[in-house]
């Protein structure tokens, strides 16, 4: 034998070792199916409690197609590694959970395995949800049960090779999944522990909230240091300081229920339905969400001082310049000092925004050609999406504008190629 086939040999012999081995971590047992639980074994206290949970966990956001069934699936997820679907949850015996135990319902949301083994993807936030309690996966479990059964299946997952290959996913697992109940700490009041328990939990505001590594894993050490999530950027939990005006907590509050602070910007994109269920919850779980972020604050350099009162004055750039113009015909009569709408209920003006005075003009220029939809009763945050109006010279010339005359800090720089990367990810979703 030579010395290099001997090393083939070897090589052989570990690589089947290792799949043996994966094999092993990966096989799960089915659990067997139920005839769906009786409406009438759930009692109304643990219905309302699972209420909560759901909202808390924003189930219904990942779990409803736009303009389907809620619970029912459906919605696309959009990947680096491809689409997935969500799938449906409703007590729908064939297509939904409708036979599925409380144990195996509680095995799905703490290891991310399906009643009839398959592991699921971690677009399903299990890694955090495993920190939910008992009484919270049950009460999850009897709202989810007692909703209208819905006859849907999700389509197939559209994921690059050898993603598509579930069992992988163990290995996976073995890196990101660490479950086990969350210790309170003793040295850390009642409030701000129950605010961690929602933020790592039920609430994964990491998930969107963290850089991801190249396999999709939050990176390690960088909790909360902001992510990108369906082409918006989610800014660091972290480096609130950074605004123009600190929050407080009761700002916060106030952001995370109605989706818009006095002295701050409005949430948009990916963050609008988080505000939404959370305006649902009690306020005291709000509350303790709010105080748990403001104590994990990192040191700021000295922010720069912004004011209310703006002068009508661009930067002196020729992009700035001619986003004056689009300015003054498309988004003044909202945006502009004398605009009647920039008194109503608060709203923030352009000056505190992230997104304005954020290091890069991701959100801006997301915001300016996706908008707000419109959202019945809650017209409040309507914006109209300027992606058919204005072409990518446009769109960069107006959040130059904006940079230029709201912010205190510098232009942002190739602009136009933010532009143009935006409208491609959101065509490719
Ligand atoms: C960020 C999006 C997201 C959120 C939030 C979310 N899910 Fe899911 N969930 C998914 C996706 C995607 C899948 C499918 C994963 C797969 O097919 O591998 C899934 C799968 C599931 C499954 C397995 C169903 C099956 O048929 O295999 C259950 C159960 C489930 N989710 C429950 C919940 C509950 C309960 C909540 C709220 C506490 C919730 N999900 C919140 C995205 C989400
Ligand atoms: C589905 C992804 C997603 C989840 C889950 C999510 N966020 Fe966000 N969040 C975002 C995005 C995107 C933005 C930026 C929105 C914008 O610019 O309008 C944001 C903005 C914010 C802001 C404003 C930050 C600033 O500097 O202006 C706060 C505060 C916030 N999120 C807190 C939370 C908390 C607390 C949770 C968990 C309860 C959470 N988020 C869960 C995506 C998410
Ligand atoms: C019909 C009114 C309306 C028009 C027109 C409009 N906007 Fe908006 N805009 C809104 C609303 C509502 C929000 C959400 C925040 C709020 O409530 O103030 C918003 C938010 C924004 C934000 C994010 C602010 C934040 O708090 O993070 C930017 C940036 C922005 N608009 C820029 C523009 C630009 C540029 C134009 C013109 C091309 C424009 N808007 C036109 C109503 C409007």
Request: aromatic letters at 8%.
């Amino acid at each position: 034998m030579t010395r290099k086939s001997k090393w083939l040999t070897v090589g052989g012999v570990v690589i089947v070792a290792a799949l043996i081995v994966a094999t092993l971590l990966m096989w799960r047992p089915a659990i067997a199916p139920i005839s769906p639980p009786a409406a009438s074994s759930f009692d109304a206290q643990t219905k309302l409690a699972g209420a909560r949970v759901v909202a808390l966990g924003d189930c219904i956001v990942c779990h409803t197609a736009k303009g389907g069934q809620p619970f029912a699936g459906g919605l696309p997820l959009a990947t680096p590694f491809g689409t997935i679907y969500a799938t449906n949850i409703t007590p729908d015996v064939e297509t939904g959970i409708g036979s599925w135990s409380l144990e195996a319902f509680t095995r799905a949301v703490r290891y991310g395995v399906a009643r009839d083994g398959h592991l699921l993807y971690p677009a399903f936030p299990y890694i955090h949800f495993t920190r939910m309690s008992d009484g919270d996966i049950s009460a999850a479990y009897a709202y989810l049960m007692t909703r209208e059964p819905v006859s849907a299946t999700a389509p197939a997952n559209d994921l690059i090779f050898p993603l598509n290959f579930r069992p992988l996913l163990a290995f996976w697992n073995v890196l990101f999944l660490h479950p086990g109940a969350q210790q309170a700490d003793a040295s850390k009041d009642a409030q701000r522990n129950r605010g961690k328990l929602l933020v790592d939990g039920l609430g994964h505001c990491a998930s969107c909230h963290s850089p991801l590594n190249a396999i999709g894993g939050e990176k390690s050490g960088q909790a909360f240091g902001g992510g990108i999530v369906d082409g918006w950027e989610a800014p660091a939990l972290t480096a609130l300081g950074a605004a123009p005006k600190p929050w407080t907590q009761q700002q916060l509050v106030m952001y995370l229920r109605t989706g818009r602070a006095s002295e701050h910007g409005a949430a948009a994109g990916p963050m609008l339905p988080v505000t939404r269920d959370l305006a649902t919850v009690p306020e005291e779980d709000v509350q303790a969400i709010a105080a748990y972020i403001l104590s994990i604050q990192k040191p700021q350099p000295a922010a720069a001082h912004a004011t209310a009162d703006i002068a009508a004055q661009g930067g002196n750039s020729p992009q700035a310049q001619r986003g004056a113009a689009l300015f003054a015909a498309s988004c003044a009569q909202c945006h502009g000092p004398a605009a009647p709408m920039q008194s109503i209920g608060e709203r923030p003006t352009l000056a505190f925004s992230t997104a304005v005075n954020a290091a890069t003009p991701r959100n801006a220029v997301q915001m300016i050609l996706s908008g707000n939809g419109w959202h019945g009763e809650d017209s409040m945050n309507y914006m109209p999406a300027f992606n058919q109006v204005y072409n990518d010279q446009q769109i960069a010339d107006l959040a130059s504008y904006i940079r230029a005359t709201y912010s205190q800090r510098g232009p942002w720089q190739d602009v136009e190629t933010m532009v143009a990367k935006v409208r491609q990810e959101n065509n490719a979703r």
